[in-house]
């Protein structure tokens, strides 16, 4: 079995190490600050022993999957890994220097992978001698609780080092899906409408945020309404991604960031992490009441859910990825109560098209162009399955 090295010991490295020694390989985990090395010993001690208090890991496979951890403050000691699974800070010049760095440690057939979130994979292997073994490995938060696994090859990697990661992860109790190095992946980007649309119908005054949310988990089955996912998630990394998004595809209306989140972040009302968001979390206040109206709660899932549908349309249109993968990632990496392109399929393609066109005539926005897949399906009478 592989040793696996990890660069990076912040909430995500800690995580991917924790993954990887549990599927039992030998696991380096470094960091270049000391208190975060610290930080993740501790962490992983205590998550180890409340599995083993719960019965979820035997005291011995607890106690051993720690002793496969090592925490180094360099990544000299990286020359015997198969593979390396950077987790550093969301910085492309620090990413490159680091898989500079690194080929000259490890040996030639190591597998160089990134977590990176919305960084080019290119440009990252673009720094390496041999950027043909550079890929994406994205993990979710948190990684081991997190089912999806997004690969992702770039224009330079080979084949068989896709084929190898893919069947490593497969063995790690994850569900693989492959993504064209583009902006957002799959679930970054097709999760999009998720948070602007909500946004949206709140800024023109159809609803207010809590019967938005009321609407999405009791009529459309989300685990999350999108103003209490986004303060879970934090309103100033929410945003951040949305911007890093919108910025990446050339400034598309798609992905036009929303000023009232920019404004929550610039005010520091950052969600459940500051005690405010969209929400007040203080002990003493009550949470707002929802209208809670069929009809315009059912206006709101369809107007998202249908711009969540026409995203992962135009991703499997865009070869982002299969079908099959667009679905299982929306259902395994943000927990989506169906796979997007099979709720099309039940809902009927020729009413998610009119219900696209309905909003393109309604604002003349580029942001509601139905995608051409969809078009032409519904014009040759075809389903996703
Ligand atoms: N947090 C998430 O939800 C999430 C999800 C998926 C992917 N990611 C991606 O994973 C990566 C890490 O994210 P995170 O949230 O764990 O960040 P983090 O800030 O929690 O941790 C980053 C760690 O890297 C260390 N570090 C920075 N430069 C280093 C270097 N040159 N060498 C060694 N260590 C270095 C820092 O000390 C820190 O401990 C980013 O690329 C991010 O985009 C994050």
Redesign the pocket.
Known sequence: MIKVGI????????GIAQVAATAGHEVLL????PE?LKRAKAYLEKIMNRLVEKGRVSRSDGEAILSRIQYVDS?YAYNDTGLVIE????NLD??K??FEQLEDIVSSDCILA??????SIASIASACKKPERVLGI????PAPLMKLVEVIPAIQTDVSYLTKVTKLIDTWNKEVVVAKDTPGFIVNRVARPFYGEALRIYEEGIADIPTIDWAMTALGGFRMGPFTLMDYIGND?NYTVTETVFKAFYYDPRYKPAFTQKRLSEAGYLGRKTGRGYYDYKEDVEKPEANKDDQLGQQIVDRVVTMLINEAADALYLNIASKEDIDTAMTKGVNYPKGLLKWADEIGIVRVVKRMDDLYQEYLEDRYRCSPLLRKMAKEGKTFF
């Open positions: 660069i990076g010991s912040g909430s995500m490295g800690t470094c960091d270049n600050n975060a990544v987790a550093i800070v969301e620090i990413k220097a680091v990134s977590n990176t979130s919305s960084l994205h993990f979710f938060n990394i």
